[in-house]
């Protein structure tokens, strides 16, 4: 049964901005200005969010940005969360659009340590696993066998679990998303601006470019990868408490990894492979979050 | 049959050149991050240095890759990382330590426009003084600044030889432009190109001290598994490596980075100077600017003007006396440079006040034009 989403637009990203065309990324945006409404300053590091929401010729985002280096997010959202604060104005929030790169990698140490004082930030990373704004390079977040400019034969190691890592901290929210989940995504987005302290959602973004993708499939993926159980969509509160938000794990990871020009020096026994660690961490999870089917 | 080694010819992007230079000059290892406009150096080095036994890294971040290629010299290796100017910044306490513990290290920042995030996909020559004092505390440093793609190529295998004769951090800056330009340049057969190996400490030298200079100033270097018991250290040390608070000692200690490169200057100083003999009217340029200039020398000289060109390739130690001896006859030197003026203060201490010294410069990331310079050297010939 097809089902409508309520979506209202009140026009806090505007058409003309600068992402590659057909790109995902700037839906997410969206539907994340949109959601939080007007009276709030976005943080945003070198990224392809900074590409989209900034010069082109005006911002896109109809909230003041402050572009940040790449090291420093939440460090420079922290310093603008606790002016606010001192001047009276805690209902301002305090949100980051990052990427994959300055989260995960560079901009790690201000991101563990702004948990670790629980500073008041709704951080947004959107993680395209890798550095597809300087050409497509990986980064930690690029998952295990993936080709980029950097691992031309496939990075050899495993994609970092940053929700585990932020969990182990006990961040009061913390939270999986995709562009192919938009009532997923308002909710979780909702649901976090109830929520004091520290809160992070990591939203998957297909890279039509870098993954190798067709210009018009950037949903698809995204619920592929989610259908396939290699990004699984969850939610961790306290560090504690795991809600997992699609039970069923319906689809061989080949029908997602096939699909991208990133994976395709891959033979069937690597695939192989790749099938049963997302298995393996997909059982990991459910013991965590308690259900089984 | 010629004997002649062979060379061979390839159409190359400038930041491909400084890849392919450095395999040629001997590094095997490189640690880098990703930055516009040098990734292409990084993703060359991935798919080149496993063929030659070599090792790449992508690490977490500028100043993790600045400490890995610091870790990877101390191991044995010819080590470097490439970056652009909000990494090069990044990367300078790390570099501080390079000089203090004289680790031979080659750094590329192929220059974008600044400061901060600046102009990335831009050309600029800002960086010139970030090179040369970016890190704190008093101490040499070798830059170079090459104007060609073939020229990155041979300033990189030369900044490996400098950087291992002399144990110091090399930093080589180049424009955005010349790190993507593609020109043909003819690389040289392997067994041609000279090699220089950094001295190790024997490992028999009961007597070893760590930093005790050798006959050419420079200290030999332990290698860790020789059995050498010494201590490597960003403290002021003296000549057995360990921290020192002597004030004779810290002396020492600092005259030594700051003036070990003055008695080798003949092997480290490079510079071109084009039309030099009877000019009356210099330019001093570097690196995409010094190209333009060229062409307005030649320009100049056609209308009957007699204008020169002085090209430092070694920027830093800056190749002073060469350009006293060219300007004594010239009555006006221009400083062309792609920042607010930063080599011009250089230029000025040294011209003399005979010379009347003129700044061209632009912040707007665009190159300077030849048609700029001409202007310029006609305006000061006419004077």
Redesign the interface.
Known sequence: MAKTIEFHDEGLFHSGHAACPGCVEALAIRVIANRIGRNAVAVVP?SCSAVIVGPHPNSALDIPVY?T???SSAASASGIRRALNASDRRDTEVIVLAGD?GTY??G?QALSSAVERNEDILYFCFDNEG?M???G??S?STPWLAAT????RGKPSKKKNLVEILAAHGIPYVATATPGHLDDLGRKIDKAMTIDGMRMIIILIPCLDGWGLADDVGVTMARLAVECGIFPLYEVEQGRTYTLNRQSKTLPVGEYLKKQKRYRHLNEAQIGLIQAEVDEDWMRLLEKTGSRR | MSTEPATTTQNLEGNEACALGAIAGGCRFYA?????PS??I??RM??ELPGVGGV?I?M???IASMAAILGASMGGLKVMTATSG?GFS?KQENLGLAVATEIPCVIIDVMRGGP??GL?TRPAQGDYMQARWGTHGDHAIIVLTPASVAEIYAQTIRAFNLAEAFRTPVVILYEETIGHLRETVDLPAPETIEIIDRQWAAPDDRNFLPYRPGTDGIPAMPRPGDGHRTHMTGLTHGEDGFPTQKPEAIAAANRHLSHKLEPHLDRIEQFEIVAGEDAEVIVVACGLVARAAKRAVAKARAKGIRAGLFRPITLWPFPTLPLQALLQPAGAVIVAEMNAGQLIAEVERHAGDHCRVVGLNRIDGEAITPSQILQQIEELAND
């Open positions: 070198p572009h280096s790449l090291e790169g990698d560079i790690f550095y704004n300087t050409g390079q990986k930690s400019g950097s691992t031309p | 880098g991050y990703p930055i516009t990734s292409e990084a993703e991935a798919s790449f992508q977490e971040d500028e909000p990044l901060s995030t990335p």
